[in-house]
């Protein structure tokens, strides 16, 4: 092969080399991406829950008190009014109805002070300040994420107009020349050999005299696989 359409091949093979590595680069950010997200949605929804609940209480919290007065209005009730009767029927009635309304304002009590104490213990819960500095660190490595594949995002741009001028210049037969092998073998199809004399693709040593022509810079078939392969001298 030519010297001028070796390399015109293995430029372009290199650049969709590398825009196949940019591609699959910016598919396993977006994957880390959509798994932040995710992470942060949940920690946010347990976050709502939280909040939701303490709603809920502080809610609780106000009906008791109102309870209570009641209560507390009824009995005074109760008391004035038994300062009034005479009769013992009355009397006994007015009785059992200030000590209902007494049991209902203890357990009225008892219940606020035990929600009270929910409300206090959900509030200065430490897991919900480890939660905001979760969903803090989070976001930033997701904004770092977003960062790298934007970076990738221009690289691959670039990368794909490089090709396509590449296209431009080339010649038609050498582009479908390339098209051809690319579809028959798949890439790579033009590769170093290595160190010892075997195709850098299947690993079958070279005829030495296929391996000197090599040395001397001729671009050969491998005889195993039909790739082309060629001496890498190093830099
Ligand atoms: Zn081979």
């Known amino acids: ?8 091949l293995l430029q372009i093979q290199n650049l969709e080399l590398e825009i196949t590595r940019v591609n699959n680069s910016i598919k396993k950010l977006q994957g880390q991406a959509e798994d932040l997200i995710a992470r942060i949605e949940k920690l946010k929804e347990e976050r709502e829950r939280l909040i939701k609940r303490i709603e809920e209480l502080k809610r609780e919290i106000e009906k008791h008190k109102v309870a209570i007065e009641e209560c507390k209005k009824r009995l005074r009730r ?8 005479k009769k013992a ?6 009785l059992r109805e200030k000590a209902r309304n007494e049991d209902c304002i203890i357990k009225l009590i008892n219940n606020l002070r ?6 206090r213990a959900l509030e200065e819960k430490r897991e919900d300040k480890r939660r905001i500095k979760q969903i803090e660190e989070l976001t930033e490595e997701l904004s ?6 934007s970076r990738l995002q221009d690289k691959l741009e670039g990368l794909k107009s490089n090709l396509e001028k590449i296209k431009e210049e080339t010649e038609r037969e050498i582009w479908l020349e390339y098209e051809n092998l690319k579809r028959k073998y798949g890439l790579p199809i033009i590769l170093p ?3 010892m004399g075997s195709c850098a693709h299947c690993g079958t040593k070279l005829p030495s005299a ?3 022509r090599v040395i001397q810079g001729e671009v050969v078939v491998c005889p195993s696989c039909g790739r082309f392969v060629y001496y890498e001298r190093e830099a």
């Open 193 to 195: 050999v290595d160190s």
């Open 1 to 8: 092969m030519k010297g001028d359409k070796f390399l015109k």
């Open 78 to 85: 109760a008391e004035e009014t038994l300062k009034l009767v």
């Open 210 to 212: 296929l391996y000197s």
């Open 144 to 149: 770092d994420v977003r960062y790298s594949q």
């Open 89 to 94: 029927e009355e009397y006994k009635a007015l």
């Open 114 to 119: 035990a929600l009270e104490e929910e409300i």
